[in-house]
């Protein structure tokens, strides 16, 4: 196939215009063109002179003879797609075991099941199914269920947020991951698209088409039944302990055990601190803003129209405090959601659907914090660091209801007592404070800070009416797990992995450490 970049189409264009770019591009016909299909797809909105720029590789019907007389053509080779076509043979007496079941978790799943070793995986929450009715309950009632949530339960936290897949690392297994989300039920474009993105409607059916599939293949998945040991001997790994819900401590023998465990599980790294190696690692404290999602679009493309997605951003700066203060996780047209693990404690997340059409747009806004910034020496200081502002969020209003603020009361350190032309959409319902009270004082002098200067990068994002609620402060892990090149952590044949290990930041770039993480095992094994 020959690879054609940098074609510029309008807003709204036709297949029929496309067809027409191409066939122009080669200097050909269209009954020359045998087919053609999309490899990436992004919109250019610089200047508000707005156009997307697409890729694409077309197939022709006289190809060689086409190459032939233009040997400069772009040779498009089409790259590895499917988990079977990297599997390594091997055979294993003992079925390894893995823990979790987010992003990590499953894709580590699938490509040993796909390699025959039959996985057992155990999620300490529930089902997506069910875990839906534990956060709608935590939603209405306020009661909260500590093993199942937005943070724990199948699908990991991402299936319960934007479901972004654009990542920062680079790998040759990302067009894997998301051929493979596209197999259990993601949309197409998710391949092609510069900034793709499932949802969380649809994310939640993907998930559960992956789980059934791992089950199809020989695996075994378990909800209810969280890690609460680990049997070693002489550095080597002989088993672990699972608390179920209906039958105690089961002890299961094992060999090989991928630890796919999440950011939040906060009682499983207090478990095993001690046991194996472990160091502090940078996280981010902040807060979720919300403007209108108009004004996002308007100040991005200059102008609104349905024939366009949902704008989005990504902001970052250096400030003369020597902090940098960064958009993340940034929810078109999304929802300010509730998601703590503990009790008595506020935490707050981004979640958007598929057709990201709500009429806000959020995005956590964070500040870096060191481990220098953590009282004590111990490993897990910086879990006690975003328990401190997790539970000041909470005592501001003695309840889950977040803490929330106009940003001109922000500035003023004054609790807010109305609000402008942008409501709150967090679901619990949020309390009028000054959020100065529940951050370090450097993240919120960054914050009121980095919010003036985006507002030179984005016109309206220092509108006095933007909302802050807080505390974001579970973007990423603060422990990383020390691994070998084997993937082992210090005790041999327990492989820690994703986002809860510290060494991914997002679905795709967890779901790619899972997928090496089994290859890593399929390794040890291979035949």
Do not use: W
Not at 184 to 198: D, L, M, N, S, T
């Amino acid at each position: 196939m020959i690879r054609l970049n940098q074609i510029k189409l309008p807003i709204g264009y036709s297949e029929i215009e496309l067809s027409n770019a191409i066939c122009q591009a080669l200097r050909l016909k269209s009954k020359d063109v045998a087919s053609y299909k999309i490899i990436k797809k992004s919109l250019d909105s610089r200047n508000k002179q707005l156009k997307y720029v697409i890729s694409v590789a077309v197939e022709l019907k006289q190809e060689k003879l086409y190459l032939s007389k233009n040997k400069k053509a772009d040779i498009y080779n089409t790259p590895i797609s499917t988990i079977d076509e990297i599997l390594i043979k091997a055979k294993c007496a003992q079925r390894p075991v893995i823990i979790g079941t987010g992003p990590s978790g499953l894709f580590a799943g699938l490509t040993l099941a796909k390699a025959g070793l039959k996985p057992i995986i155990f999620e300490r929450g529930e089902k997506v199914e069910d875990r839906q009715k534990s956060i709608d309950k935590f939603i209405n009632t306020c009661v909260l269920d500590k093993e199942s949530n937005v943070q724990f339960g199948e699908g990991g936290a991402g299936t319960f947020s934007d479901g972004k897949l654009n990542t920062g690392t680079s790998s040759d297994k990302i067009n894997i991951v998301l051929h493979e989300f596209v197999k259990y039920g993601a949309p197409f474009q998710i391949v092609y698209e510069a900034k793709p993105h499932i949802g969380t409607d649809k994310l939640r059916e993907v998930v559960k088409n992956m789980r059934e599939d791992i089950i199809a293949l020989g695996g075994d998945v378990y909800f209810n039944s969280k890690l609460v040991g680990i049997r070693a001997k002489d550095g080597v790994l002989q088993g672990v302990e699972i608390k179920t819900k209906d039958k105690g401590i089961l002890s299961v023998d094992c060999k090989d055990c991928i630890l796919a465990i999440g950011h939040s599980a906060r009682d499983t790294f207090e478990m095993l601190a001690g046991k194996i190696l472990m160091t502090k690692k940078p996280f981010s404290i902040g807060v979720r803003i919300e403007h209108l999602q108009s004004m996002i679009d308007f100040s991005q493309y200059g102008m609104t129209s349905d024939k366009l997605p949902a704008a989005d951003y990504k902001l970052a700066c250096h400030l003369d405090n020597g902090r940098s203060c960064y958009t993340f996780c940034m929810c078109p047209g999304g929802y300010v959601m509730p998601a703590t693990s503990e009790e008595n404690a506020v935490v707050t997340n981004g979640m958007s659907y598929f057709a990201r059409d709500g009429k806000n747009a959020n995005s956590a806004l964070l500040v870096g914090v060191e481990p220098q910034d953590f009282e004590g020496d111990n490993v897990l200081s910086g879990v006690e660091f975003q328990r401190k502002y997790e539970r000041l969020a909470y005592s501001l209003s003695n309840s889950y209801k977040a803490p929330c603020q106009r940003y001109d009361d922000f500035l003023k350190n004054r609790p807010t007592d109305s609000f402008g032309e942008v409501l709150p959409t967090y679901p619990i319902g949020v309390s009028m404070a000054d959020l100065n009270e529940c951050l370090p004082d450097y993240v919120s002098q960054s914050i009121a800070k980095a919010i003036k200067i985006f507002d030179t990068k984005l016109k309206g994002f220092a509108s006095g009416d933007a909302l802050l609620t807080g505390v974001e402060s579970r973007s990423s892990s603060p422990v990383r797990m020390i691994r070998d090149e084997n993937g082992d952590s210090s005790i041999k044949g327990l492989m820690p992995c994703g986002e809860g290990a510290g060494y991914a930041g997002g679905i795709t770039s967890a779901s790619v450490d899972g997928i090496n993480a089994a290859l890593n095992l399929l390794k040890k094994y291979a035949i």
